[in-house]
């Protein structure tokens, strides 16, 4: 089940397929990104971050872009897997230490 | 496993009473922060310590206090609990205040306040 019961947008998509999942963020300043990833009955879970001075970063099936003009940060997801399935945060770290989190997209892989 | 250790994993109070969460961070990690998961507000910066001394509060009630000992680990004291106060609470760590630091996040403690 959902790990935070806020009315998550949910994302749904099929085994093998790419998934791509969308963060505004809202402070022009910040200056570094991360994507987290949350299972139910865990912690979030670093996956891929980004400083500002770039636009993209890739890992492994995993691929971050950052759109500074509008404020946009995507997380695409190569070949869908079913333990791919979480919620995933984008936040966000200005000035000080502190993330700042998004309220989450709820990934769902359909067999 | 992150590194981060959280206890107890679960927590059942009543209104009214305190308890105490305690978190060990990472091996070598100087930096603690505390994090509130709840239903209706997602996950909610509480209170951040570098090497014992508080460097950073966010949305802390009065009632939560929190303090980082010589050894690193953290303890986040929540008295006089209500009901709202039930969430997940997580610890996470990391090594530096730099800006590019990621954080490493512990299972989590789970309070419930009936």
């Known amino acids: 089940g959902e790990s935070v019961g806020l009315h998550l947008p949910t994302l749904s998509v099929q085994e093998g397929d790419n998934s791509i999942i969308n963060c505004a963020y809202s402070n022009s300043a910040s200056d570094y990104f991360i994507w987290y990833k949350q299972e139910s009955g865990k912690g979030p879970q670093f996956i891929i971050d980004?400083?500002?001075?770039?636009d993209k970063r890739q890992g492994q099936r995993v691929t971050v872009l950052l759109n500074k003009t509008v404020k946009h940060l995507s997380l695409q997801i190569a070949a869908t897997q079913p333990g791919d399935s979480a919620v995933y945060f984008c936040a966000e770290k200005s000035g000080g230490n502190k993330l700042t989190f998004g309220t989450g997209t709820q990934l769902k892989v359909e067999l | 496993d992150s590194g981060v250790t959280q206890t107890p994993k679960h927590l059942i109070t009543a209104t009214g009473q305190r308890v105490t969460l305690r978190c060990s961070p990472r091996?070598?990690?100087?930096?603690v922060y505390w994090y509130q998961q709840s239903l209706d507000q997602g996950l909610q910066f509480l209170i951040q310590?570098?090497?014992?001394?508080?460097?950073a509060k966010g949305n802390i009630l009065e009632r939560f206090s929190a303090q980082q000992f010589p050894d690193l680990h953290s303890e986040l004291n929540l008295s006089s609990l209500e009901l709202g106060d039930s969430a997940l609470y997580f610890c996470?760590?990391?090594?530096?205040?730099?800006?590019?630091?990621?954080?490493?996040f512990g299972s989590g403690t789970q309070l419930s306040v009936l």
């Open positions: 980004i400083r500002s001075n770039m």
């Open positions: 996470a760590s990391t090594g530096s205040l730099a800006t590019n630091e990621k954080l490493f």
């Open positions: 310590y570098y090497n014992g001394e508080e460097r």
């Open positions: 091996s070598g990690d100087l930096s």
